[in-house]
């Protein structure tokens, strides 16, 4: 397989988790009595996630 092609499917498995643990943090938002301790727990792993789908963003481009 290609770099590229290896590059896109990190990219896109970050954005499913991204997008997993977005879901995580608005459902237990909506909750009567939320647990903020799991919220930014799952916020600081959104972070995480974006950061490194930038750096992988940047590998890509460099690369083309």
Excluded at 35 to 46: A, G, N, P, V
């Amino acid at each position: 397989m290609g770099r590229n092609k290896e590059l896109r499917k990190k990219i896109a498995g970050l954005d499913r988790s991204i997008q997993i643990h977005q879901q995580k943090v608005d459902e237990e938002r909506a909750k009567p009595v939320s647990d903020e301790t799991d919220i930014e727990h799952w916020q600081s792993e959104i972070e995480t996630f974006r950061k490194r789908k930038e750096r992988l963003t940047r590998r890509l481009l460099r690369e083309w």
